[in-house]
């Protein structure tokens, strides 16, 4: 998907169209898990799907629920939720923000063979 470190620098154009597809990557993985949390919500705890939105999408933010987890099944899923919503923010941003670190190292590296 990336040029090679003795490559040229990629064309902007062919930036701009990487940064798209690994927004939209960060991006699914980010409607995925709150797709997952929204579902755990509504079938361990029995919430409206608006309440189940509102939690997972707190939780997935860091923000934490809005409302605590009144069965035994509901609190071991919002722990699990809370612990994977801490690893998918940065894997999320990690996918969307790849092509921005590739190309910044792989300019320093070709301003570093100038020298």
Known sequence: ?????????????VFLSRLGL???????????????GMAGYHYFEG???????VNAAMLLSGMGPL????TNAGKLFAGLYAL????????????????????FLHRFH?????D
Do not use: T
């Open 1 to 13: 998907m990336f040029e090679r470190h003795s490559a040229a620098l990629a064309p902007r154009g």
């Open 22 to 36: 690994s927004f939209a990557g960060g991006l699914a993985v980010i409607l995925f898990s709150l797709a997952w």
């Open 47 to 53: 919430q409206a799907w608006i309440d189940a939105f």
């Open 67 to 70: 409302a605590s987890p009144q």
């Open 84 to 103: 994977y919503s801490g690893f998918v923010v940065l894997i999320a941003a990690a996918i969307a923000f790849a092509p921005v670190i590739h190309r």
């Open 110 to 114: 070709l301003a570093e063979g100038r």
